[in-house]
Structure formats: structure tokens, C-alpha cells
């Protein structure tokens, strides 16, 4: 086999993803939004977990990057619309949106991976307040009032070959050669770095990895809901997506995943109680952390000592 | 910059009867002061629970809603006992305030925060999140308190004192000298009293502390006391400022709050008071100038930012060298 492992599993999830869009039109709108919603919530946990988990630096940021490559990709479309047929400019414009994501990532990340802990997270959560402050007053991506009749172009094939492609690039980036530097870095940055790793080097180009994928995900995320709101994009966003990724298990892929489909699913299955979803959702997240917190699916191996 | 003077000239809604140079500056001052006197006093209690626990404490702002709305509530049967609008039913609505959200400070410490204290911070960041989410969602269900903004009652008669074209609200004053009596009795428990001394050593390092005999749990439990007494105050003065109370309203002023305390150097008690003060100032200076007041969120963080990237450990912060 020319292929290894990693990359069959690539081949895999897209050839399953192209298939899937075969039969799209036969699926009910509703469980296709929900598969949908789970998918780009798949690569921004998985995205995220590069930042916070492999690399151990504490983002609240997300939602920020997600905005900048969704609102970048939705502008675009709706220039471009009608012109060109969307298979051709819809990956480009997603591709665009990642990239502009991935810029303001470098921006972001140069000056403040400098700093560590609470202060990186208070200065990333800053900085998504800022990105979501600046698109509430641009006039262009339709300011306070949202980004309207954005082509509807996110399909399900899409989606989760996106999804693949993220999962693929970010398991294949740690466990490089080069990747390695990320785990030292969350390991312990001042040995890494007596080590020879750049630390600051590695940290930004885990924080831009992340923000591209995270753009990208707000460009399905446009594309699918077809409306984008500054609201929408606050710091309790990029929260949602934070437990995600410790539910998950920081550093954990499969987990991560796992976390990221149990948590948009969840307020579907509670939409039955929705006086109460939101506190439920609150009321769970503490006592997952109380009981489980070194996430969801993490089990201890590890045999009792017996003394 | 001739744009931007043309845009003061224009911000006559801002100074009613308007000389807009120095009166202007004086009365954006004054606002500011009475602003930042509220954000000093969250602040504050962010930077000590930091001090001794080393974690962000997210519900902090919620405390300060619920203080609110324990004002709200109790204010009536105050005014029945004491009159209408009398200081000392005032006084007494802020002391009950006070005494409830420390009992609430106190059990979300003994509660939520207690069993994890051995954890990594992370996972009490986390969980302080959802502490703030599960409060700010049972406070929006309608059998609690609902979610629609609810009018304030007036505690105390609001007078306007004129200083030329200056106009001095008394609440304003109220504010201010609330906070600098608060800062006061703060400084004097941190620095005069016994446990004020144990709190200061459980800051300095909690495992020498423990060996010296400090009663650590009982100090957390302390610290987490007297910060959620001093947010209620705060969001008592909030309110009473602000055109109504929900259950959101801790938000904003929470996150200010805490990036005044990260401003002046978290877990250090003067350095809050001077992020808060600064903060309060800047922002209704950004919002008197008309074109940057659609950005005020933005310019606290991006001064934040300014700020950290020059001074990493904030303006009265140490930085800590890290040892191998």
C-alpha cells in the first residue's frame, strides 16, 4: 500500500464525505443541519486542541478567528456570486477566509505568545472581543444588524471532507518531526527550549494552524446558516468550543471529536426541556469537571500500586 | 487633527450647556471617577481571590448581578422600616446585600471550587465558567428572574451640584466616596488585622502557610467572603447608575473589571484600584468622542494589550522569574 495509515483514513473520510453529498437530497433538513453543525464543530474543537491541547496554550480566542474567515469567505460569495458556478469558487473562498484567519493569527499571535497562562488567555480573549467589536462597525459585512443572503453553498460532503482534512493535518503536523517541538512546548517550554526548540517560533505556528482551520470553519459555518451576527461570534463562543476540547481530554484527538459530537447533539436531545437546556448544559459542565476532569473519555489505564 | 476636534465641537449631546475644552475634559473626568470607582471595587475582588487560589474566579461578575437584584428585592421592605429614600435604609440595603452575596461567595467556593483545588488550574478556570453560565441561566428563567431588564428603585434622592458648567451628580459622589471608605476598610483588614496577615501569607505561598498553622480553608473561605461582598456593593452602585437590572448586567462591567485587575498587575490590591480607575476614565473619554464610541469594548482590551506586551506582569505587577 502506497499510503500510510493516516493518510488511508484521509482517503477514507473523504470518499465517505463525497458519497454522503450523493444522497444528501434524501435526508430530512433538520438531521442534515444538525450533521452539519456537528461537522464544523468537529474542526474547530479539533483546531482549538493544536492550540490548547498539544501546544498547552491557553486560547479564548476561537470564536474571533472563526468570525474573520467566515465573514472574509461570506464577502467573497456574495461578490463573486452568480458568475462563477460555486464548486469552483466556494473551496476558494473558504481557502481565502482560512487564510485571512491564519494572517490575523500571526498578527495576534507574535506579540502576545509572549505572555503565559491566564494573562495569554485574558489577551486572546481580547482580541476576539476586538475582531467582533470592528465587524459590529463595518458597514461592509453589514455591521451591527449581520451579513445577509449569504449563497447557501455548505454541503455535507463538504463539510466533513474539511473535517477530514483538518483531523488529517493537524495528526500528521504533531506527529512530525517538527511537531514534536508542540508537545515539548506544552511538556515544558523552558527545557524545550534548552532543547533547541523555538519556542515562540512553535507556539505561533500552532496558534496560525489553528486560526486557518478556524477560519475555515466559519466559512462552512456562514455558508450554512447563511446569516452571520457579531453577536454570534462572542467569547462564549469560543467557550463552547474551550470544553469541548477539556471534555475531550486536552491533546487528545479522538476524544476532542467525540467531546465536539456529544456537545451539539446534546442541546438537540434537551430541546424537549428548553426552559432548562442552558442550565442543564452549565449544571453538566461543572460536574464533568468535578468527576472527570481530565476529560470525558480519558480512562486511567494504569494499574493500582497494591502496598 | 483637525477631524477629531471638529467631532468634540459636534458632542454637544454629551455637555448640555457645552464649553467643550476644559468643562468638557472636568465633566468626563467626573464621570470617569464614579465609572472606575465601581470597576476598582470588582476588580478587587478578582485580584484576591487570584491572590490566595491563583485562578480567575468567572462568577465573581455574577455575584455582583445577584447583589444587584438582592437590592432589588429587599429594598421595599427596608423602605417600610425606614423611610423613603433615608440613608441609613440605604446603608441598610447595602449591608444585607453585602451579608447575602458572602454567604453565596462562600458557598460557591465550599461547593464548586473546594474540590478541585489540587487540580490543574485549567480545570477550576473551567469550572468557574460553568458556575458563571448555571447562575446566569437559572437567574434568565422566568421563575427566577427573569430575563426582561427590571427598573432599579432609587435608594437615595439624586441631587445635581453645579460647578460652572460642570455638573456633579450625587451619585457620582455616592460612588466614589462608597469606594474610597471601602478601600479603606480593605486596606486595614489586609494590612492591620490577624487575618488579614494569614490572608497575605496564604497569597505568599499556601503550603508555608498551612505548616505555620494558618487555617488556609477557612482564609479561601474568607477571601471569597469579602470579595463577593465587595461586588455586591459594587453592583448595588452599578444599579443604581445603570437604567435597569438582568441577569446579564454582570457581564460587561465583569469583564472590564477583570481586565483593570490583569491592567495593574493581578493579585495586587493597589495595583486593581489604579487598573479600575484608569479603565473607568478611558472608557467614558472614548465614549465622549463620537466615531470611538462604537469601539469602547475594543479599546479597554486594546489597551490591555498595549499595556501586557510592554509590561507583561501589568502596571504594578511583578514579574516572576521562573525557576528550573
Known amino acids: 500500500m502506497a499510503f500510510s495509515g493516516a493518510k488511508r483514513w484521509l482517503l477514507l473520510g473523504i470518499a465517505l464525505a463525497i458519497l454522503v453529498s450523493y444522497f444528501t437530497p434524501q435526508f430530512n433538513r433538520y438531521y442534515l443541519g444538525v450533521a452539519i453543525d456537528v461537522g464544523i464543530a468537529i474542526i474547530l474543537a479539533t483546531s482549538l486542541n493544536l492550540i490548547n491541547g498539544h501546544t498547552g496554550q491557553f486560547s479564548l480566542g476561537h470564536a474571533g478567528f472563526m468570525a474573520v474567515g467566515g465573514y472574509f469567505s461570506a464577502w467573497i460569495s456574495l461578490q463573486v456570486a452568480g458568475s462563477v458556478p460555486a464548486i469552483w469558487y466556494f473551496p476558494m473562498a473558504l481557502t481565502a477566509g482560512g487564510l485571512l484567519a491564519a494572517g490575523v493569527g500571526l498578527l495576534v499571535g507574535v506579540p502576545s505568545l509572549r505572555l503565559r497562562g491566564d494573562y495569554l488567555a485574558i489577551v486572546t480573549l481580547g482580541f476576539g472581543e476586538i475582531i467582533r467589536v470592528v465587524a459590529q462597525n463595518t458597514d461592509a459585512i453589514g455591521a451591527a444588524s449581520g451579513l445577509k443572503g449569504i449563497p447557501k453553498h455548505t454541503t455535507l460532503g463538504w463539510t466533513f471532507g474539511f473535517a477530514a482534512i483538518t483531523i488529517y493535518a493537524i495528526t500528521a503536523l504533531v506527529n512530525s518531526t517538527y511537531g514534536r517541538g508542540f508537545i515539548a512546548v506544552h511538556d515544558d517550554e523552558i527545557a524545550a527550549e534548552s532543547n533547541g526548540v523555538d519556542t515562540t517560533r512553535t507556539k505561533v505556528t500552532a496558534f496560525v494552524t489553528g486560526a486557518f482551520f478556524a477560519g475555515i470553519a466559519g466559512g462552512l459555518y456562514a455558508?450554512?446558516?447563511q446569516f452571520l451576527s457579531p453577536t454570534g461570534f462572542d467569547w462564549l463562543k469560543s467557550i463552547d468550543i474551550v470544553v469541548m476540547v477539556i471534555l475531550g481530554g486536552m491533546g487528545r484527538t479522538a476524544g476532542v471529536i467525540a467531546a465536539a459530537i456529544l456537545l451539539t447533539l446534546m442541546p438537540e436531545f434537551l430541546r424537549d426541556f428548553s426552559d432548562y437546556r442552558m442550565i442543564l448544559y452549565a449544571l453538566l459542565i461543572i460536574l464533568l469537571m468535578l468527576l472527570r476532569p481530565a476529560g470525558l473519555f480519558a480512562f486511567n489505564i494504569k494499574r493500582r500500586k497494591h502496598s | 487633527m483637525p477631524k477629531l476636534f471638529l467631532s468634540i465641537q459636534s458632542s454637544k449631546l454629551s455637555t448640555p450647556n457645552s464649553q467643550p475644552t476644559v468643562d468638557w475634559f472636568l465633566q468626563?473626568?467626573?464621570?470617569?471617577?464614579?465609572?472606575?470607582?465601581?470597576?476598582?471595587?470588582?476588580?478587587?475582588?478578582?485580584?484576591?481571590v487570584y491572590g490566595v487560589l491563583r485562578f480567575i474566579n468567572f462568577a465573581h461578575s455574577d455575584v455582583l448581578m445577584l447583589g444587584a437584584f438582592t437590592g432589588f428585592y429587599i429594598a421595599p421592605r427596608i423602605e417600610q422600616i425606614f423611610g423613603h429614600q433615608s440613608v441609613l435604609g440605604m446603608i441598610m440595603v447595602f449591608i444585607l446585600a453585602a451579608v447575602v452575596c458572602a454567604c453565596l461567595g462562600m458557598l460557591i467556593e465550599r461547593l464548586a471550587y473546594r474540590p478541585l483545588r489540587n487540580r490543574p488550574k485549567l480545570t477550576v478556570l473551567i469550572t468557574a465558567i460553568g458556575v458563571s453560565l448555571l447562575i446566569e441561566f437559572t437567574a434568565q428563567h422566568e421563575k427566577v428572574f427573569g430575563a426582561a431588564p427590571q427598573p432599579f428603585p432609587s435608594l437615595l434622592k439624586e441631587h445635581s451640584i453645579h460647578l460652572g458648567n460642570v455638573v456633579i451628580s450625587s451619585n457620582d459622589v455616592l460612588m466614589v466616596g462608597v469606594t474610597v471608605f471601602l478601600l479603606a476598610g480593605m486596606w486595614w483588614i489586609v494590612q492591620r488585622t490577624r487575618i488579614g496577615t494569614a490572608m497575605r501569607a496564604v497569597s505568599h505561598n499556601q503550603q508555608a502557610a498551612l505548616l505555620m498553622g494558618v487555617p488556609v480553608n477557612l482564609i479561601i473561605s474568607f477571601t471569597f467572603g469579602l470579595g463577593s461582598a465587595l461586588a455586591a456593593v459594587a453592583g448595588l452602585l452599578y444599579a443604581i447608575k445603570a437604567p435597569g437590572i438582568e441577569p446579564l448586567m454582570g457581564v460587561q462591567p465583569g469583564l472590564r473589571a477583570f481586565v483593570a485587575a490583569v491592567l495593574g498587575g493581578i493579585g495586587n490590591l493597589p495595583g486593581a484600584v489604579l487598573g479600575g480607575v484608569l479603565l473607568g476614565l478611558l472608557e467614558t473619554f472614548a465614549g465622549g468622542i463620537p466615531g470611538l464610541s462604537n469601539y469602547r469594548d475594543a479599546i479597554a482590551f486594546g489597551i490591555l494589550i498595549l499595556i501586557l506586551l510592554v509590561k507583561p506582569a501589568?502596571?504594578?505587577?511583578?514579574?516572576?522569574?521562573e525557576k528550573v
Do not use: D, E
Open chain 2, 314 to 321: 501589568g502596571l504594578l505587577g511583578r514579574a516572576i522569574v
Open chain 2, 28 to 48: 468626563q473626568t467626573i464621570n470617569g471617577l464614579g465609572l472606575g470607582a465601581i470597576y476598582a471595587l470588582i476588580a478587587l475582588g478578582y485580584t484576591m
Open chain 1, 223 to 225: 455558508h450554512h446558516k
